[in-house]
């Protein structure tokens, strides 16, 4: 199967400073990726989507400020937790999306903890 | 907005016994995706179904799209410790775009 990678798998970071997540698939071109982040025993909740060459599109909620999200290449998007707080700590996936009627594969997952 | 809710919660069984989680979507979908998250893991993609009414089967795991295509359920026959972990159902209403809307997961727990 497809392959997505994430770096860091984890981090910890002191508040108010900025983190950056890259996700990348390894073996194919994903024309679209997604962002979800998920609390401890909750489900995936979808951020924002991202499309090559173009502005991401967030959900209601997603503070576009907030979770900055570039898509430059087919392989490679970045999650950017701006002005990080102790709210922000969360497990943070991306996934990624050959075609629309492919299904999407995730990355291993970020774990942010803001101190 | 759409949602996607997904029943029981939790499920404790024991090894060897069946387990069954549903899902039922406030929308028609054009599909539905399951899949499964071990402690401390990212979700793996189990399977995909599209066509109205359709059953596929993994070895002990049975998946079914209700007629209608805004229910669905996972059944495994017999299970084992390894099924352990949270299984989630996704669908995708908005027209084949990609974006899915999770339910909220079963957490099983198999007691060998």
């Known amino acids: 199967g497809a392959v997505v990678s994430q770096h860091p798998s984890w981090v910890i970071c002191k508040s108010g400073t900025s983190v950056k997540i890259e996700c990348r698939s390894l073996d194919f071109q994903a024309t679209t990726m997604f962002w979800y982040r998920q609390f401890p025993k909750q489900s995936l909740m979808l951020m924002a989507t991202?499309?090559?060459?173009?502005?991401?599109?967030?959900e209601q909620g997603v503070e576009k400020d907030k979770f900055l999200i570039n898509h430059a290449s087919l392989t490679l998007s970045t999650l950017t937790v701006t002005s990080a707080h102790p709210e922000d700590s969360s497990f943070y996936i991306c996934?990624?999306?050959?075609?629309?009627?492919?299904?999407?594969?995730f990355g291993p997952g970020t774990r942010l903890t803001v101190l | 907005g759409q949602q996607v809710m997904q029943i029981p919660q939790y499920q404790h069984v024991q090894e060897g016994e069946d387990f069954t989680t549903y899902c039922n979507s406030s929308?028609?979908?054009?599909?539905i995706q399951w899949y499964k998250q071990r402690p401390g893991g990212h979700p793996v993609f189990l399977i995909q179904l599209v066509k109205s009414g359709e059953v596929k089967k993994q070895k002990r795991l049975t998946f079914q799209f209700g007629e209608a295509k805004k229910n669905s359920s996972l059944h495994i026959t017999a299970t084992q410790t390894t099924d352990v972990g949270t299984y989630f159902c996704a669908g995708d209403g908005s027209g084949n775009t990609g974006k899915l809307i999770f339910g909220q997961g079963t957490t099983l727990q198999v007691k060998p």
């Open positions: 996934s990624g999306l050959a075609g629309v009627t492919d299904t999407q594969y």
């Open positions: 991202s499309n090559e060459g173009s502005k991401a599109t967030y």
């Open positions: 929308t028609t979908l054009s599909n």
